[in-house]
């Protein structure tokens, strides 16, 4: 029989099939990828179960994709946040709290290394006065233009929630973003059944703690899921090849073929084709810094 995974605690896992949900625990075959996930099987996770002897995961679906992210500072193991995602939504609010662009590029160009579509959403315009609504608006357009489904939206406001409505609907939509932008807030406006927590305190709680936060994923009543991830701010480029980078801004990737060199970085290399639509302005400044700022991290 098949299954979806909704939730794991780690030992046990909540699993959705034809027969209702079930609770699940995880065959010894696949027990033995524990050394290399504290996690082998995750939430978006299609799974085979034998119902022989009590409810068994005995095997795996392959995934379409997977983000991952590294259990402990310490350990070589990684958890594995969520798998066979559709959509990673960025949520980020301008102001209140403020969402760097350099998180928002980070989270960018991880969902563009593992394969996942992503949106970028700012909440919160309510809060935004005229200037800061225009400065806004220059960051929507850049995200707009290089190909990523972008624009303001407040929770209060019905338009908005209709919007965001139409780009969740019947997807596996993964959404992540700082504490307090309104992640819990907007999922109870698309299903006003799911009375989720709001408010910053459970977060704040959670904060800095190592131990593996375990992602759910919430069916919605348009269709689809939303899966509320803890632990954004590990999201990993750790083991990146500083030379991948310019693949995961696609702007970037567009004009690589033109540089000069086929190994430049866009430093300062001569005959760079991304310098020179720099100086050109045909790309936006701090998606540019940003870039430079991963590579630094990874010197
Ligand atoms: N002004 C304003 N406040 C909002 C908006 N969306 C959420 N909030 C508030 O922001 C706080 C944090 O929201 P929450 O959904 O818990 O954020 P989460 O940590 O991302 O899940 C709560 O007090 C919400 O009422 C919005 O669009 N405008
Ligand atoms: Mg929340
Ligand atoms: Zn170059």
């Given at each position: 029989?098949?299954?979806?995974?909704?939730?794991?605690?780690?030992?046990?896992?909540?699993?959705?099939?034809?027969?209702?949900?079930?609770?699940?625990?995880?065959?010894?075959?696949?027990?033995?990828?524990?050394?290399?996930?504290?996690?082998?099987?995750?939430?978006?996770?299609?799974?085979?179960?034998?119902?022989?002897?009590?409810?068994?995961?005995?095997?795996?679906?392959?995934?379409?994709?997977?983000?991952?992210?590294?259990?402990?500072?310490?350990?070589?193991?990684?958890?594995?946040?969520?798998?066979?995602?559709?959509?990673?939504?960025?949520?980020?609010?301008?102001?209140?709290?403020?969402?760097?662009?350099?998180?928002?590029?980070?989270?960018?160009?991880?969902?563009?290394?593992?394969?996942?579509?992503a949106a970028v959403i700012f909440n919160k315009t309510d809060l935004l006065n005229q200037p800061e609504l225009e400065k806004l608006m220059f960051y929507i357009n850049v995200y707009a233009s290089i190909g990523y489904p972008c624009f303001g939206i407040s929770a209060e406001d019905p338009e908005s929630i209709?919007?965001?409505?139409?780009?969740?609907?019947?997807?596996?939509n993964l959404f992540t973003g700082h504490s307090g932008v309104g992640k819990s807030t907007l999922a109870n406006k698309i299903d006003p059944n799911l009375h989720l927590r709001t408010g910053t305190i459970s977060d704040k709680f959670n904060k800095g703690k190592h131990t593996t936060t375990f992602a759910e994923m919430i069916p919605i009543s348009i269709g689809g899921y939303i899966i509320d991830t803890p632990g954004i701010k590990e999201f990993g480029m750790a083991n990146m090849d500083k030379y991948e980078v310019t693949h995961y801004f696609r702007e970037l990737f567009k004009l690589k073929s033109e540089c000069k060199f086929n190994n430049c970085l866009h430093v300062n290399e001569p005959g760079c084709a991304v310098l020179k639509a720099l100086e050109e302005n045909k790309i936006a400044d701090f998606r540019y810094n940003n870039y430079l700022n991963i590579l630094d991290t990874l010197e």
């Open positions: 029989m098949k299954g979806l995974v909704l939730k794991s605690t780690g030992s046990h896992y909540k699993v959705s099939t034809d027969q209702g949900v079930m609770e699940c625990k995880l065959g010894g075959r696949l027990r033995l990828e524990e050394l290399k996930h504290t996690n082998p099987v995750s939430v978006g996770d299609e799974v085979i179960l034998s119902l022989e002897e009590g409810a068994i995961i005995v095997d795996l679906v392959p995934r379409k994709n997977y983000l991952i992210r590294k259990a402990t500072n310490l350990s070589k193991q990684t958890h594995i946040v969520a798998a066979n995602i559709d959509q990673l939504i960025v949520l980020a609010s301008y102001k209140l709290p403020r969402t760097s662009t350099g998180f928002i590029d980070r989270v960018l160009a991880t969902a563009e290394a593992y394969n996942i579509p209709e919007m965001l409505k139409l780009l969740v609907k019947n997807k596996t």
